[in-house]
Every structure is written in structure tokens, then in C-alpha cells.
């Protein structure tokens, strides 16, 4: 049976954490910056961890 690709798509946007959790950047980061207040836009620097239920399909595209 041949080895499982990983999806780079999901690979550039997701890090598997030590214990295999899903760490994930945050959205609305792009533009329209303006609009947001500094304090807003600190905030949405830090990543998150995944949701399991989203987690559990990630996980899928990130065998290794």
C-alpha cells in the first residue's frame, strides 16, 4: 500500500502541536484593517487550537 499524501494546502495553514492537537492562525487578519481596533487586531495574532469536531478532519489531511 503506498504512503498517504499529506494535503499541502491544509499543511501551510495548520501545525500539529506535541500532544496532536490542531493549532490554527485566525481569519479576518487581510484587510479592511481600518475598520478594526488595535486592540481587535492584537488579538487575532495569537493562534488557536482547533475545535475537535473540526479538528478530527484535519487531522485526516495531516497524516504525519
Do not use: E, Q, V
Not at 30 to 38: A, D, E, G, Q, Y
Amino acid at each position: 500500500m503506498p504512503k498517504m499524501k499529506t494535503n499541502r494546502g491544509a499543511a501551510k495553514r495548520f501545525r500539529k502541536t506535541a500532544t496532536g492537537k490542531i493549532r490554527r492562525n485566525r481569519a479576518l487578519t487581510s484587510h479592511i484593517l481600518t475598520s478594526k481596533t488595535t486592540k481587535r487586531k492584537r488579538n487575532l495574532r495569537h493562534s488557536k487550537i482547533m475545535a475537535p469536531g473540526d479538528a478530527k478532519r484535519i487531522h485526516t489531511l495531516l497524516p504525519y
